[in-house]
């Protein structure tokens, strides 16, 4: 098996048969002209198939060493694809501390559908073994988590689900294809916000999933088309050109994180940090074992309580922009419970321990000691 940067670099990347082109071309077609009624090359109408999107498809699945990738036109399309799989009645069995905007999905459009979510802390592997039922159909699983960098045993838990006979996707945004590879930890569905690492540059919106079964391709395949929650091929060559370049981002966002983690760590003013890779973090080994780095999202808590210091910081920074998202080339900051998990009722997000004072960094790939630079005058 090719190394990591290798594989990166050519997923996907056949040159154009119709003029060699080395890159992929944009196809911004909605339809494909046939011979005769049936008779086409592949093509038949772009919602179905685009050979941009074809392109990325395949670099998807490389890249997550799965056989089948599809494309969604953002992160919650496909999650959203994931649970059309399923009926009412079933349920499903998700993470307590995960995405505000999948906890969205599920507790305000599927639920009314007859999906039924438990909420369970699937760090603990015997609290998901315990909410298994005979309806359970689906485990969702994010890890590490946004924003608590919480940790959960994939393989652990695909044990369970195997068990059980129920699909365990897992949101791999966090840590990116560079750092986890689910699949190979035995999840059936991998999903992505292709908005974030894959992307990198924060410039385009898009979802992924990848599979190894044919026939839950097949399935998901038939959610894609009959839904329509395709992205566009301009969007898709994005994706597909950040991709490239996944090994060499990551590297710096892991070397950045790294210095930030610990040199926030040491700051009188902050309580505490979020960041997977200290050795006294709970889920520490789990990470070591199923990562191949720690990433460079971190969250922290200052020392000094009370909304107005923690809107000093966020509006202080000058190379932290103050937004939502992550995994660009900049870095960002943001306060989750009024920005990304604002759809979280409050006593959720306390219970789960994401606090009003929590703010959250996606450290970018600049030089970290600027970083710490305009944290330091930030913090003060
Ligand atoms: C951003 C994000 C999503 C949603 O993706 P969109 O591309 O914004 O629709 C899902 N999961 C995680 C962990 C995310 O960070």
Redesign the pocket.
Known sequence: MKKLGTKYIHAGANPDPSTGAIMTPIFQTSTYVQESPGVNKGFEYARSQNPTRQALEEALAVIENGKFGLAFS??????DAVIKLLVPGDEVIAAAD??G??YRLFTKVFEKFGIVFRYVDTTDVAAVKAAVTPKTKLIWL?TP??PLMNITDIAAIAAISKEAGTILCV?N??ASPYLQNPLDLGADIV??????YLGGHSDV???ALVINDQALRDQLYFIQKSCGAVPGPMDCFLVLRGIKTLHLRMQQHCINGEKIAHWLRAHPGVSKVYWPGFEDQPGYAIAKKQMRGFGGMISFELKKEGVEEVNRVLSSTKLFSLA????GVESLINHPATM?HASIPREERIKNGLSDSLIRLSVGVEDAEDLIEDLKQAIG
């Open positions: 953002s992160g919650v399309a496909a999650t995960m995405y905007g999948t994010e988590t946004n949101d945004t966090f999903m992505h916000s292709a908005t974030k919106i898009q979802g939502e998202s992550l995994g990304t």
